[in-house]
């Protein structure tokens, strides 16, 4: 692929904008970001904080522990902590710096702060709109798509920003229809590893770090040890256990950050810890684990755009597909096995449903990771599903196309029914 051509450069263009750092699920922190930017906007500590989210954020926040909050869960924890000492400048890291002072004092912020928290009446999967409030005088701030694309910023009745908001996440984007297999197999071989060696740099120093600490601490339901002591200690364990501990760490409050994919960081940490892992058994050459790392990111990418950010959809479906190609392309497979195992991982995993960010996030990790090599295995082994297997296609393209409308269109309801099952 030529460098200077438009699919190399909007490539470019998508890795530097889906590959960043975030402290804590992205969900919470979305509404601690809106929250320290609201208080910005206001120039006082508010008393009172009204939230407004779309059922999907409300669905990923129930569960999951918000980083620097002493264990505390929910929205109006996220929110309060945004207000009383978040960063606003600091996108996804909204609350990673933290002062001792500011972790002392947020029970008695909650206690005192009035936080009323509610669903918004939208059709935007991603929706969050925070108000505060202190004396005579308001601020209200909108995220819409995604999770720091602020479209609205209002104070005491003058707006200050109004976005238009389009079906597209954001109009100030790449193209992400350029995004097929074909020519992401062609980007990750032609690649000029200097324009994408500090990407992945830090994907890898910071997924590695979580998944580490995830194994040396007690973190939810400490998946990734399960795993190590029942099924062992050989790389196949390991590619899954590994990254079910960065999740476990995550969803649990850990205060390391990730570096994300599709919005998500277990997504993040399933596109990367796997291949990761091969290429320290394979001892393979720092050139060939980028190399499969842009495999494994552009390919989890690819599938979620057809599916959305948000969804009833399980995303490490997606990023275990990915990482299974990027595995595959790790062991020697070229395009042809790359596709197979893309399809092959598809056809067994499609349909984990995502009930929210919490702790189970780890294991179902681990299914999609064992699903990604499972596909390669079978492709190494002769094996393979076919077109007309469920809702698998002729041409992996279709099956993605197939896939993206499972997760958007046909899981659409199912969606709304977990979230009604979580909240009532």
Wanted: with cysteine.
């Amino acid at each position: 692929m030529q460098r200077n051509s438009l699919t190399y450069q909007s490539y470019l263009k998508i890795l530097t904008r889906e590959l960043v750092p975030a402290m804590g699920c992205t969900e919470p922190i979305a509404i601690a970001y809106c929250a320290a930017k609201a208080r910005a906007v206001l120039g006082a500590l508010p008393n009172h904080i009204e939230v407004k989210a779309s059922g999907n954020i409300i669905k990923n926040v129930k569960s999951v522990v918000v980083p620097n909050t002493g264990g505390r869960r929910g929205i109006a924890v996220a929110a309060a902590l945004g207000a009383l000492a978040g960063d606003a400048t600091n996108g996804l890291e909204v609350i990673a710096d933290i002062s001792v002072e500011a972790k002392t004092n947020l029970g008695e912020y909650l206690e005192n702060t009035k936080i009323i928290t509610s669903s918004a009446n939208s059709d935007h999967l991603l929706d969050i709109t925070v108000t505060v409030y202190r004396d005579n005088s308001w601020a209200k701030v909108r995220t819409v798509n995604e999770h720091t694309n602020i479209v609205l910023i209002e104070k005491d009745g003058k707006v200050l920003k109004n976005k238009e908001i389009l079906d597209v996440e954001d109009t100030d984007c790449p193209d992400y229809t350029l995004l097929t297999v074909k020519d992401i197999y062609d980007f990750a071989e032609t690649a000029f590893i200097q324009d994408v060696k500090s990407i992945l740099d830090r994907q890898i120093t910071l997924n590695t770090a979580i998944s580490n600490e995830g194994l040396k601490k007690d973190y939810g339901a400490n998946i990734g040890k399960v795993i190590l002591k029942v099924y062992g200690d050989n790389v196949k364990v390991r590619a899954r256990a590994m990254a079910a501990a960065g999740s476990d760490a995550r969803m649990n409050g850990c205060e390391l950050a990730v570096v994300i994919n599709s919005g998500s960081g277990n997504q993040g940490i399933t596109a990367s810890i796997p291949v990761i892992e091969y290429a320290k058994e394979l001892k393979a050459d720092k050139e060939k684990l980028y190399r499969a790392l842009l495999i494994s990111n552009l390919v989890t990418l690819h599938q979620k755009t057809g599916i959305g950010r948000l969804s009833a959809y399980c995303g490490a479906v997606s990023a275990g597909a990915g990482a299974g190609a990027g595995i595959a392309y790790l062991c020697g497979g070229d395009y042809e096995t790359i596709i197979h195992t893309i399809v092959n991982t598809l056809a067994v995993t499609s349909g984990i449903i995502c009930d929210g960010a919490k702790s189970s996030c780890a294991a179902k990790i681990a299914v999609a990771v064992d699903a990604g090599i499972i596909g390669y295995e079978m492709y190494k082994n002769g094996q393979q599903f076919y077109g007309g297997d469920g809702v698998i296609l002729k041409g992996v393209e279709n099956t993605i196309k197939n896939i993206g409308r499972l997760g958007r269109v046909g899981m659409y309801e199912t969606d709304k029914e977990i979230i009604r099952m979580m909240t009532e």
